[in-house]
T-cell receptor
Framework: GQQVMQIPQYQHVQEGEDFTTYCNSSTTLSNIQWYKQRPGGHPVFLIQLVKSGEVKKQKRLTFQFGEAKKNSSLHITATQTTDVGTYFCAGPSTGNQFYFGTGTSLTVIP | SQTIHQWPATLVQPVGSPLSLECTVEGTSNPNLYWYRQAAGRGLQLLFYSVGIGQISSEVPQNLSASRPQDRQFILSSKKLLLSDSGFYLC??????????????FGAGTRLSVL
């Protein structure tokens, strides 16, 4: 079946360092979404990528969709303590189902 | 604007007791509705989804069930809870139709502890 894997599973960075999480799907995705879940909270939508090779930016966050539409990445420049949380990618499956990636938990050390 | 309500926020239940978690959405019609479970420190596992009243699709066979008695109401139930049912239960909605994109909006979640 379809699988969406994320690496790394955990990442600890010093405040000010950059951070990147990678999302890899076993199948081609028509689109991909990224979510952030703060500790103790619920996932919150960040962005959706649709086009092959698409790059979108939100302030210090840069999202990229691979040319083959099977992988994606989220890069955070100069991390801040407010960036702490778990970042998930998600892609559609058949029908109205979605598969979430395994998530990357980011810890920012002040 | 659309809002999603999920309750209770926290629940402690004994093994073998029944369960009923409710989720309601406001400000939209005919949403796609989802129930996910998240174990501590883990990813999201899709349990059920619904595209309309009375239409439920199950992803994982287990002792949980879901119902959608009204357009914007989604209920997760169990007749007898197991220890393994402990976790963080999240309800989510999505606008129907491919043109709406695949963005899901999550409720605040219910932390269930089965003891």
């Amino acid at each position: 079946g379809q699988q969406v894997m994320q690496i790394p599973q955990y990442q600890h960075v010093q405040e000010g360092e950059d951070f990147t999480t990678y999302c890899n799907s076993s199948t081609t995705l028509s689109n991909i979404q990224w979510y952030k879940q703060r500790p103790g909270g619920h996932p919150v939508f960040l962005i959706q990528l649709v086009k092959s090779g698409e790059v979108k930016k939100q302030k210090r966050l840069t999202f990229q969709f691979g040319e083959a539409k099977k992988n994606s990445s989220l890069h955070i420049t100069a991390t801040q303590t407010t960036d702490v949380g778990t970042y998930f990618c998600a892609g559609p499956s058949t029908g109205n189902q979605f598969y979430f990636g395994t998530g990357t938990s980011l810890t920012v050390i002040p | 604007s659309q809002t999603i309500h999920q309750w209770p926020a926290t629940l402690v239940q004994p093994v073998g007791s029944p369960l009923s978690l409710e989720c309601t959405v406001e400000g939209t019609s005919n949403p796609n509705l989802y129930w996910y479970r998240q174990a501590a420190g883990r990813g999201l596992q899709l349990l059920f989804y619904s595209v309309g009243i009375g239409q439920i699709s199950s992803e994982v066979p287990q002792n949980l069930s879901a119902s959608r008695p009204q357009d914007r109401q989604f209920i997760l139930s169990s007749k007898k809870l197991l220890l393994s049912d402990s976790g963080f239960y999240l309800c989510a909605w999505r606008r129907p139709g491919a043109e709406a994109g695949n963005i899901q909006y999550f409720g605040a979640g219910t932390r269930l502890s089965v003891l």
